[in-house]
């Protein structure tokens, strides 16, 4: 499995007033590595819309290991896992980056949705190929 | 091919026996549902024939859909090719069971 890696600090306006990173900061550090990874695959949600599709979040989940405080610099590691729908379904795991610590791990799922908001049982054409793409890379150890 | 129906009632025979008993069908259906969507407090008795499964009745939505479509497909080896046939195919159960009867194809299939 490969991981794509991306950077981020922790600002003092993402904390608590216990000083810990707040949990809802913790999506939106999913969704900056989601976007890194999207983007080398020509797969980011304007493109997904010059495809003809959207790709709404269904399923999110974030189990936190540890807490990030201000000023730690954080790895957002992020990968795809091949679904048995058609979805995508991505995994990230959070890590402290001067020692590795796992501060949290999640998983969120997206399906496919048609211009016409008809959802898509079975992913073809373009939007195949680079989702192919993805895979392939995310698969190889 | 080996259901993963923990109720043998519906299993041990050929999948053409049961697709083309409409009776077993139905029952071997609601059994699906209830094992793919993981309805806990849901029993194939309580499952209507000819009630909707979305909206009312179970209150399925378009994601359960997704992982019906899934599953069915794996199992009676066909497709449902997008939502629209999908919303046709899962009116009900009788609906469901119809449509399976109909693009079943015995060659290609595997036992259960």
Redesign the interface.
Known sequence: MRWTETEETVRFNEVDEWGMAWHGHYMAWFEAGRMDLLRRFDLMPFQMVELGYIAPVIRLQCDYKHPARCGDRILIQTTVIKPEIAALIFQFRILLKTNQTLLARGESTQVLLTRENKMVYRISGELERRINHLLKYCQQA | MDCGNPDQRHCGGKLDDIVYNTDRLCDYLKQLIIETLKLEDITVEQIDNDKPLFREGLQLD??D???L??AIEKIFNII?????I?RKAFASINALAAFIQDEFQPASAAQL
């Open positions: 378009s994601i859909a997704l992982e479509v899934v449902i090719e997008d939502e629209d999908g």
